[in-house]
């Protein structure tokens, strides 16, 4: 009983991506057009003030705008996060105090006291966790979903489902704008989907910086945290399934090329993955930094329109999910389903809309239900 777990520390940003920061920007923005509205016609610096109560206007009006879309999209959670600094490298956003830090050395008691306690019968826990990676050391922040069937089998293990966000982005993307836990209580009550474990991973070691989820050449190494760390420290603490079958990828934007990428990299350790409105072919710009560093073979190895015809010893399902509107991801996943050679199976699907979550959220039932065909014959017995 003595044990403990470390808790995350650093500096908390304000957030803004809330209800809360959007409603301060948006009395400030009254407030700026009512000055203005009640100055506008005093003789001192008439111009001059009518036309900086007009610029800083339309300066609040857009910044209440951005506040929203940002509050609805969880772009960017914290002031640190939108300026790529914070704590631990700007990720302290997403890491309230008293959050878990799972580390591959640390005692397992104390967290599965702790996750106990949060358990709401007939609904699956939620929480937030820094994982530490013994290969990269890195130490992100992560969303957590266990089902209640976790608590009421300890003999069972469970399969996986990762989640990767898009650019920007984070981990709280899924949660609050997807609404996962929320879609896995229903498909699992329902019995269309088997009793799964989900986690969201960070997969940008340093925030404001788009890792692509690879080892970049002499750079990051987000891929090996991806794959690895986070697989071994999280089977540390939690009863997951080693089998294949019993591990999917799926994301969103850039997460959806992550979830596409690795498992054609990893076919060993992932057996499906879904894109929602991804791309499948690597990125080098501003945002990402030079990954490659010229490596031809190593862009190569990173680009799922070359390797996805590769052969390989153990199949992968792919689902590639766009809205019609989205024209290039809707072109992509065609692409990418053409060039998609038997062992491995392909759906492509779409739905009416553009590039956001209302698609993906709309289209997420029948995502889960295919996912569910390929997991419930993975290994359940611990």
């Known amino acids: 009983m003595g044990e403990k777990i470390a808790l995350a520390d650093g500096v908390w940003d304000v957030r803004i991506a809330n209800g809360w920061f959007v409603l301060v920007i948006a009395l400030l923005t009254v407030g700026v057009a009512a000055f203005a509205a009640v100055t506008w016609d005093w003789e001192r610096l008439r111009r001059t003030r009518r036309a900086a109560a007009l ?11 951005a506040a929203g879309v940002n509050a609805q999209s969880n772009f960017y959670a914290t002031i640190g996060d939108l300026f790529g600094k914070g704590a631990s490298g ?3 956003s997403m890491t309230p105090p008293g959050t878990p830090v799972l580390d591959h050395t640390a005692p397992t008691a104390t967290f599965g006291q702790w996750l106990t306690a949060r ?7 939620v929480v937030p966790l820094v994982i530490a990676g013994s290969r990269t050391g890195y130490r992100l922040p992560a969303r957590l979903y266990v ?6 089998q300890p003999e069972r293990r469970f399969p996986v489902l990762q989640l990767q966000a898009g650019y920007p982005g984070t981990v709280e993307s899924w949660t609050k704008s997807v609404g996962i836990p929320e879609m896995l209580d229903r498909q699992i009550a329902s019995g269309r989907m088997p009793p799964v474990i989900a986690i969201a991973p960070e997969q940008n070691p340093v925030r404001g910086r788009d890792s692509e989820c690879v080892d970049a050449n002499g750079g990051l190494r987000a891929e090996t945290y991806l794959v690895h760390d986070v ?5 540390r603490y939690l009863r997951l399934t080693t089998d294949r079958t019993g591990w999917a990828l799926m994301g969103y934007s850039t997460g959806g090329y992550c979830a596409v990428n690795l498992a054609l990299r990893h076919p060993e350790k992932y057996s499906s ?24 073979a190593q862009r190569r190895a990173n680009d799922p329109m070359s390797t996805v015809g590769d052969t390989r010893q153990l199949p992968i399902r792919f689902y590639l999910f766009a809205g019609k509107s989205d024209t290039v991801a809707v072109k992509a996943a065609g692409e990418l389903a053409g060039r998609v050679r038997k062992p491995d199976e392909v759906i492509v699907a ?6 956001n979550f209302n698609v993906w959220k709309n289209g997420m039932p029948g995502i889960l239900t295919w996912l569910a065909e390929g997991i419930r014959h993975c290994t359940s017995a611990a």
């Open 147 to 152: 089902p209640d069937a976790y608590f009421a």
């Open 273 to 296: 993955a879904v894109s929602l409105s991804g791309h499948f072919q690597p990125i080098v710009d501003r945002s990402t930094g030079n990954l490659y560093r010229g490596d031809a």
């Open 119 to 125: 358990r709401a019968p007939g609904r699956g826990v």
């Open 231 to 235: 697989r071994e420290t999280l089977g």
């Open 55 to 65: 610029l800083l206007t339309q300066i609040m009006v857009i910044l209440t705008c």
């Open 90 to 92: 700007g990720h302290g």
């Open 350 to 355: 779409d739905a009416p809309g553009g590039h």
